[in-house]
């Protein structure tokens, strides 16, 4: 209850107040293609850039109240949080940097809510804001065809590959700088975070598919990759992965981030 109605409730205050800032100074110029969404307020006037500061500083001071959210409220006991409110503590940490214009952090708050909360009603809504993150860094086609697939499956169902709610083993082997390692580990976590739990030095940068700094090479396994906007068609045949962005379907999976 402490969450829901102090920091939550402040953060999701300051955020619509910076939506409603941008929504009352942003003007329309119809010479030109409008925007689905006012996101950002032109520049052209010296007052409108101090109004797009302000805008800008509510969007941070929601990110801020849902860090302390998260720091102050969270209860991850033996892996699993007991804290119901803490999904919508990521979405808010998620909705307020997609404002400021963070995409790739806020990409990150979403997929972590994906990640580690399947169970959430919000997880459609994370993945929609997922794909309107990639049509803002012009992964346009990718944005339409995995909204086409959320769309053609309605209601997600708990039976779903991402969202699982069984907890399933699988036996991950890893090869890192000329070291082969064995993990067992869960289902549900991503490859990267499979290896990073286990001590095992695994290449990574921003954690959320867009860098491509954790790719490895599947050689054995099936898995399943939740957002991709680096790897072609021809390179996930050739096995390549995200490890961000992979989580293993089959029992058995082996990474070589040697061989990429």
Not at 87 to 99: H, I, N, P
Not at 109 to 135: C, D, G, H, M, Q
Not at 242 to 257: G, K, N
């Given at each position: 209850?402490?969450?829901?109605?102090?920091?939550?409730?402040?953060?999701?205050?300051?955020?619509n107040?910076?939506?409603?800032?941008?929504?009352?100074?942003?003007?329309?110029?119809?010479?030109?293609?409008?925007?689905?969404?006012?996101?950002?307020?032109?520049?052209?006037?010296?007052n409108?850039?101090?109004?797009?500061?302000?805008?800008?500083s509510?969007?941070?001071?929601?990110?801020?109240?849902?860090?302390?959210?998260?720091?102050?409220?969270?209860?991850?006991?033996?892996?699993?949080?007991?804290?119901?409110?803490?999904?919508?503590?990521?979405?808010?940490?998620?909705?307020?940097?997609?404002y400021?214009?963070?995409?790739?952090?806020?990409?990150?708050?979403?997929?972590?809510?994906?990640?580690?909360?399947?169970?959430?009603?919000?997880?459609?809504k994370?993945?929609?804001?997922?794909?309107?993150?990639?049509?803002?860094?012009?992964?346009?086609?990718?944005?339409?065809?995995?909204?086409?697939?959320?769309?053609?499956?309605?209601r997600?169902?708990?039976?779903?590959?991402?969202?699982?709610?069984?907890?399933?083993?699988?036996?991950?082997?890893?090869?890192v700088?000329?070291?082969?390692?064995?993990?067992?580990?869960n289902?549900?976590?991503?490859?990267?975070?499979?290896?990073?739990?286990?001590?095992?030095?695994?290449?990574?940068?921003?954690?959320?598919?867009?860098?491509?700094?954790?790719i490895?090479?599947?050689?054995?396994?099936e898995?399943?990759?939740?957002?991709?906007?680096?790897?072609?068609?021809?390179e996930?045949?050739?096995?390549?992965?995200?490890?961000?962005?992979?989580?293993?379907?089959?029992?058995?999976?082996?990474?070589?981030?040697?061989?990429?």
């Amino acid at each position: 209850m402490t969450t829901k109605y102090n920091y939550l409730y402040n953060g999701n205050n300051l955020l619509n107040q910076g939506k409603a800032e941008i929504n009352e100074n942003v003007f329309d110029n119809y010479w030109e293609i409008l925007p689905i969404e006012k996101t950002q307020i032109t520049e052209d006037k010296i007052n409108l850039k101090l109004k797009k500061e302000q805008s800008a500083s509510l969007f941070v001071q929601s990110e801020k109240k849902a860090v302390l959210a998260i720091q102050k409220h969270a209860m991850n006991i033996a892996g699993k949080e007991k804290n119901p409110q803490m999904d919508e503590a990521y979405f808010l940490l998620g909705e307020s940097r997609y404002y400021d214009q963070r995409f790739i952090p806020s990409l990150e708050a979403f997929n972590y809510i994906l990640f580690k909360y399947p169970t959430s009603e919000l997880v459609n809504k994370a993945k929609i804001w997922r794909e309107k993150i990639n049509a803002k860094q012009n992964y346009n086609q990718l944005a339409i065809e995995n909204l086409k697939e959320i769309e053609s499956r309605g209601r997600l169902s708990n039976e779903e590959i991402v969202i699982s709610c069984e907890s399933e083993d699988v036996l991950i082997t890893f090869t890192v700088d000329d070291f082969t390692s064995k993990v067992k580990s869960n289902k549900k976590k991503t490859i990267l975070d499979s290896a990073l739990d286990n001590d095992i030095d695994a290449p990574y940068s921003c954690n959320g598919g867009v860098c491509g700094s954790c790719i490895g090479k599947l050689t054995k396994g099936e898995v399943k990759m939740l957002n991709n906007t680096v790897l072609s068609e021809s390179e996930i045949t050739d096995g390549l992965i995200l490890a961000c962005q992979a989580i293993a379907i089959s029992d058995e999976v082996d990474v070589d981030f040697d061989d990429v």
